[in-house]
């Protein structure tokens, strides 16, 4: 009898360390401050969102979107999805499940309040913890900042996409962890090969660049420096800018208007003037 409940107590603290070495994963996710998100989640019904209502200049229709109430709800549900809890996705699928979250949660929180001017009239848009991702309420803010920069990297601000005309251009496809890496090379590439966000000008020897650049610089230059970001994605003016000794940098002035196919914030600047002095 001895041995029986000896043997019996050895079975049981072996199977205490299985469960405990089989939750691992999920406790050091939720030890590290990062934002989590579960496995498996199914981002082709958001992709066929993002091809009916993105153009291939990354503006949205938003009035169509929301009147259309089937249409909605597969957002909602979509973004309704990114709240449950354990197993936690873990790399690549942790990255880019997180970005869908961000974009989508954005289109989810713009489309609610449609119509605006920009995201920045709306209340506390990035640091208000208002989106259940990962069991718990979170602001984009964490998403962003607390978690893709620390794990993805520079590359992760052509992909997060705030409503904003001067935003990176939303993809018209999900992010996907089998090809992430080609997708946020591609993703930096498009961004910069806008010449209304990005502009090289050689004989000018001048880069007039987004002020992502300026507001992440950290983030470039643990990247190895803003020049050979801009290099290695940019366009070929970008190149022949590098080879020049003296190239100016300046950065363009953020356009918080809404990335609206209706023409909605293309002058929200004036607007904005006109809310501030009245004329």
């Known amino acids: 009898m001895k041995r029986f409940i000896e043997t019996f107590r050895n079975l049981a603290v072996l199977g205490i360390l299985l469960a405990c070495w089989t939750l691992v994963p999920q406790l050091a996710g939720a030890k590290d401050g990062l934002v989590q998100v579960v496995r498996d989640i199914d981002h082709t019904r958001y992709e066929t969102l ?6 291939d200049r990354g503006l949205v229709n938003y009035a169509d979107w929301k009147s259309s109430p089937e249409d909605l709800r597969v957002l909602i549900d979509y ?21 869908n979250a961000y974009n989508a949660l954005t289109l989810r929180f713009i489309l609610e309040l449609y119509p605006t001017e920009s995201i920045r009239e709306l209340n506390d848009p990035f640091g208000k913890r208002r989106h259940e991702v990962g069991g718990r309420r979170v602001s984009l803010d964490d998403i962003e900042h607390q978690t893709l920069r620390p794990l993805a990297g520079y590359r992760v601000h052509a992909a997060l996409v705030c409503a904003a005309r001067s935003c990176p251009p939303l993809r018209r496809e999900a992010f996907r962890p089998e090809s992430l890496d080609t997708q946020l090379n591609d993703a930096m590439r498009i961004w910069l090969a806008r010449d209304d966000l990005n502009s090289f000008v050689p004989d000018e020897r001048v880069d007039r660049i987004s002020s992502i650049f300026r507001w992440f610089g950290e983030d470039f230059r643990e990247a190895g420096g803003l020049d050979r970001v801009l290099v290695r994605h940019g366009p070929a003016e970008a190149m022949a800018l590098f080879q020049q000794r003296r190239v100016d940098i300046e950065y ?28």
């Open 79 to 99: 973004t309704d999805s990114f709240a449950a809890t354990g197993p936690w996705a873990i790399g690549d699928e942790r990255v880019a499940s997180l970005i």
């Open 50 to 55: 993002l091809k009916k209502f993105v153009d």
């Open 252 to 279: 363009l002035d953020y356009n918080w208007g809404l990335n609206d196919q209706g023409g909605l914030g293309t002058d929200y600047k004036r607007s904005l003037w006109k809310k501030l002095f009245g004329n």
